[in-house]
């Protein structure tokens, strides 16, 4: 005689109201976009503190007519996409090399996180002397600025691989290629991504940082013109501009990541 339990469900009470995700992730900056339009109405700082909001869009569409704003964001994103490929590319590997080599990592961790204690902005000085204030200073200043988060995080997430699926795959006879690429690396691509994503944003912060301090174009050095101006119109408006392209990438990469892992979001 079978005895089967029937747990009771739990009661259906009132649904709790929620906004979509869009307007709830604008409601927060529309709210501070008030606060701000209000406080220059208002006078409680000059203009020439903080401008008002349609003093800033005016800066914005006249430097986008006049095409300096498309000019500086193309000069900003060119060296972050190039910085990034590289760093991100030694990272994936140094990282991949240190979380299946014990031996690898005894010789390189501990030298790799001395050297990753030292602010991106630290580096500057003394990467001037060998590559002088141009480009190849920049790239790799944030190839520098991806690669550390990037190596951790893809150290970190191969090492969290449960070894009982590594087991799995070598009970089914795989070999140690195909168990590091149908097992180990579909399962660490949530750390992986998230090491990406970090080190993209660290490399458009790095950027930023070195135009302000060594450059004639791009979004940073809109920056400092409008500071060495007394235009705070277009400070503002090249910190928009920055949140914004800063935004698009991450996104992106949040894109890339749910075609990447089509289970997580089914």
């Known amino acids: 005689m079978s005895v ?13 109201w929620r906004l979509p995700a869009w307007p709830a992730a604008l409601l927060l900056p529309l709210l501070g976009l008030l606060a ?24 914005l569409t006249e430097l986008w007519q006049s095409g300096e704003l498309q000019s500086h964001a193309l000069w900003s994103m060119g060296r972050v996409v190039q910085g990034f490929a590289i760093g991100a590319v030694l990272g994936l590997a140094l990282g991949a ?13 501990p030298s790799f996180v001395a050297i990753a204690q030292v602010p991106v902005i630290g580096w500057v000085p003394l990467l001037m002397l060998p590559l002088g204030i141009g480009e190849a200073l920049k790239i790799v200043i944030i190839a520098k600025a991806a690669l550390v988060p990037v190596t951790l995080n893809t150290l970190a997430g191969i090492r969290a691989v449960p070894r009982g ?25 949530p750390p992986v991504f998230t090491g990406i994503r970090y080190g993209l944003t660290s490399c458009w912060k790095a950027l930023v940082a070195v135009e302000l301090l060594a450059s004639a ?7 400092v013109w409008g500071r060495q ?3 705070m119109d277009m400070v503002i408006a090249g910190m928009v501009v920055i949140a914004a392209v800063g935004l698009v990438f991450d996104a992106s990469l949040a894109l890339l990541e749910r075609r990447l892992q089509p289970w997580r979001a089914a």
Do not use: N
């Not at 089914?172 to 691509?189: E, G, K, M, N, T």
């Not at 174009?217 to 809109?222: K, R």
């Open 97 to 109: 090399a240190m979380a299946l080599s014990p031996r690898v990592e005894d010789y390189l961790r």
């Open 36 to 59: 701000w339009a209000a406080a220059a109405r208002a006078g409680w700082l000059t203009p020439a503190i903080l401008p008002a909001p349609a003093e800033v869009w005016a800066t």
């Open 217 to 223: 174009e791009g979004l940073g050095f809109l920056l």
């Open 4 to 16: 089967s339990i029937t747990l009771p469900r739990a009661a259906a009470g009132p649904r709790a």
């Open 229 to 231: 101006m007394f235009q």
């Open 165 to 189: 699926w590594v087991e799995v795959g070598t009970a089914f006879r795989y070999s140690r290629w195909q168990v590091l690429r149908h097992v180990v690396l579909p399962a660490a691509v």
